[in-house]
């Protein structure tokens, strides 16, 4: 049976409408996936600046910090030479920074930290260290008396070779009283923050003779 005109028109309408219909929603589809693109553009901008800001501030604040701990490190210098006198001329400028590793083991020290450490150890220097505690003295006494007791024995075994031999320990066991003084002054810094008063070195020094005196006599 042959479909009217009537008919045919009807149906090219409805495919009309169908096919306006697709285009919209295509038309739809690609606004709103424009629309999520210039988004999702925009919003990688905002962090893009965002991350750069970040950047800007902590290179200005490393600048800074850099700057501060360049002049605390000049002035601890400074102080430095004037605490060792005229030894303190032959120190000369501010030593430069030391270069770290591409990658380094470990993290980096804090800066301020090593700088504070400095100055009081430089300030202990100024005003001649900490006082000894009374506890420190037996273990003075102790350590003379056993650096002084080696050198002794270095000095009783190098008599017996020969002429020189004898010299060198006659030279040795002169000194061997004496130590001690070396690695007390050591042991004071560094678990007091301390000098050695005349007490103490006298005491090392007594320390010393006897245990001399014990091992050339025995």
Do not use: N
């Not at 200005?60 to 005229?86: N, P, S």
């Not at 700088?115 to 420190?136: N, Q, V």
């Amino acid at each position: 049976m042959t479909a009217t005109p009537a008919t045919r028109y009807r149906a090219l309408v409805a495919d009309l409408v169908t096919a306006s219909r697709r285009h919209e929603t295509a038309l739809t589809a690609a606004g709103q996936s424009h629309a999520d693109g210039v988004a999702t553009i925009e919003h990688d901008l905002l962090s893009a600046d965002d991350a750069v800001i970040a950047a800007t501030a902590r290179a200005a604040h490393a600048q800074r910090l850099v700057a501060q701990t360049d002049l605390a490190a000049g002035a601890l210098w400074d102080e430095l030479k004037q605490v060792r006198g005229r030894r303190g001329r032959r120190l000369g400028p501010v030593p430069g920074p030391v270069p770290l590793p591409d990658q380094p083991p470990a993290p980096s020290p804090d800066p301020i930290a090593l700088l504070e450490a400095a100055a009081a150890r430089i300030d202990r220097a100024r005003h001649g260290g900490e006082k000894l505690p009374p506890l420190i003295l037996p273990l003075l006494f102790a350590l003379g008396a056993a650096c002084a007791a080696v050198v002794a024995l270095i000095a009783v075994f190098l008599q017996g070779h020969g002429p020189f031999g004898l010299l060198a320990g006659w030279l040795a066991l002169l000194g061997a009283p004496l130590s001690g003084l070396l690695p007390a002054r050591e042991l004071a810094d560094h678990l007091f923050g301390a000098r050695l008063d005349p007490g103490a070195i006298g005491l090392i020094i007594l320390a010393g003779m006897l245990s001399t005196a014990a091992l050339t006599l025995a």
